[in-house]
């Protein structure tokens, strides 16, 4: 009597290669995931910028008193939402939103306000994204790719070589 034991299973080079086949599909994968993320994180900044331009304007011309506010001030106000408005300096979806008000002085400037959103990660494979924004009362938005670790500077808001198309 003689008994046969089948070894069944997979051979060495058969496991190598389903792992060498994995490890290529990841290689391709991980990237676009990362680029993914970076463009909704920019989708949401763009966005929370423009929900600050509105409420800037609801907000001068109820609680503001014909002035602008920070971001808590909108917040007191119920005009944006709690983590937008969690402090003057604001972090949301991997980008850093500072909102500056120019109060007005009647019979010499009116009121004005300039709102940046900045990569919280400017570098990297963790970039959060790879472009700044901001906003000012005009209600443009504008873009740029450069020194992304710096707030746009109100040079920089007002000219029209960076302003995003809606």
Same mark, same amino acid.
């Given at each position: 009597?003689?008994? %046969?034991?089948? @070894? $069944?299973?997979?051979?060495?080079?058969?496991?190598?290669?389903?792992?060498?086949?994995?490890?290529?599909?990841?290689?391709?994968?991980?990237?676009?995931?990362?680029?993914?993320?970076?463009?909704?994180?920019?989708?949401?900044? +763009?966005?929370?910028?423009?929900?600050?331009?509105?409420?800037?304007?609801?907000? +001068?011309?109820?609680?503001?008193?014909? %002035?602008?506010?920070?971001?808590?001030?909108?917040?007191? &106000? %119920?005009?944006? $939402?709690?983590?937008?408005?969690?402090?003057?300096?604001?972090?949301?979806?991997?980008?850093?939103?500072?909102?500056?008000?120019?109060?007005?002085?009647?019979?010499?400037?009116? &009121?004005?306000?300039? &709102?940046?959103?900045?990569?919280?990660?400017?570098?990297?494979?963790?970039?959060?994204?790879?472009?700044?924004?901001?906003?000012?009362?005009?209600?443009?938005?504008?873009? @740029?790719?450069?020194?992304?670790?710096?707030?746009?500077?109100?040079?920089?808001?007002? &000219?029209? %070589?960076?302003?995003?198309?809606?």
């Amino acid at each position: 009597m003689k008994t %046969n034991k089948r @070894q $069944d299973g997979f051979s060495l080079i058969e496991l190598l290669i389903v792992v060498a086949i994995i490890g290529i599909i990841a290689a391709i994968a991980i990237p676009n995931l990362l680029a993914s993320r970076r463009a909704a994180n920019e989708g949401s900044a +763009q966005s929370s910028l423009r929900t600050i331009h509105s409420s800037q304007a609801t907000y +001068q011309s109820t609680a503001g008193a014909g %002035n602008f506010g920070t971001l808590t001030a909108l917040k007191t &106000a %119920n005009l944006v $939402d709690g983590v937008l408005g969690a402090a003057d300096t604001s972090t949301k979806s991997g980008y850093t939103f500072v909102v500056t008000p120019v109060d007005f002085v009647a019979g010499v400037s009116a &009121a004005s306000f300039g &709102a940046t959103a900045n990569p919280t990660v400017t570098s990297g494979v963790s970039q959060t994204g790879t472009r700044k924004f901001g906003v000012t009362e005009d209600g443009v938005m504008h873009g @740029q790719t450069d020194a992304l670790g710096t707030a746009m500077t109100a040079a920089e808001l007002s &000219a029209t %070589n960076n302003v995003l198309g809606n």
